[in-house]
């Protein structure tokens, strides 16, 4: 199965943009990028997913490189509720029960005030 | 979106008893998936249940040990059999929107085995 790898530990300014990069060199051609994070004391949320094309949405941006080996979560402009754990996951196209979901070890992100 | 309700959400436990987790979606999902996660460390899946089918464990979680039921489409229940020390975790929840991929997951059910 495809692995990620991640920093382990990120620390950023308050307002300022944060890019947290995923390395996955084994990825395959049917495996979608998931990012989530994990705020303290609760599961993980969704932030955003793609597949080839850079992606955007209200919370982040996620650019993915042109060989998808690896890719970059981008939060604009970080605040304090951005303090959190974030996960780079791959997650195989197609619905079957045998599909694995593999969390790696993630990225725990602090922001300075 | 779903909403996801686990109980209970935290308990504390004899070595040697089971304790059973439930899981509420406010929807009808066909795939749940259970997930422990441990002091200071990532999730890891221990099983998916399709409702209407055997659940499919993952390597180094076995059914007589993590038994679980999933009755209808919007509850599935989780029993953790002849507890230790070692199952003291958390153990998550977890639905997935099958069009978006998207995952929701539960607050959790934070265990502890004395």
């Known amino acids: 199965d495809a692995k990620t790898t991640q920093p382990n530990s990120m620390e950023s300014n308050e307002e300022e943009p944060v890019h947290l990069p995923c390395n996955h060199s084994t990825i395959s051609g049917t495996d979608y990028i998931h990012w989530y994070r994990q705020l303290p004391s609760q599961g993980p949320e969704y932030v955003i997913h793609g597949l080839t094309s850079n992606v955007n949405n209200r919370m982040a941006s996620l650019a993915i490189a042109e060989d998808r080996k690896s890719s970059t979560l981008i939060l604009h402009r970080a605040t304090l509720r951005d303090a959190a754990v974030y996960y780079c996951i791959l997650r195989k196209y197609g619905y079957s029960s045998a599909s694995k979901i593999i969390f790696g070890s993630g990225t725990r992100l602090s922001i300075r005030p | 979106s779903a909403v996801i309700s686990q109980k209970p959400s935290r308990d504390i436990c004899q070595r040697g008893t089971s304790l059973t987790i439930q899981c509420q979606v406010d929807s009808q999902v066909t795939m749940m998936f259970w997930y422990r996660q441990q002091p200071g460390q990532s999730l890891t899946l221990i099983a998916t249940a399709n409702q209407g089918s055997e659940a499919t464990y993952e390597s180094g979680f076995v059914i007589d040990k993590f038994p679980i039921s999933r009755p209808n489409l919007t509850f599935s229940t989780l029993t953790v059999s002849n507890m230790s020390p070692e199952d003291s975790s958390i153990y998550l929840c977890?639905?997935?929107?099958?069009?978006?991929?998207?995952?929701?997951f539960g607050p959790g059910t934070r265990l502890t085995v004395t």
């Open positions: 977890s639905v997935e929107n099958p069009s978006s991929y998207e995952q929701y």
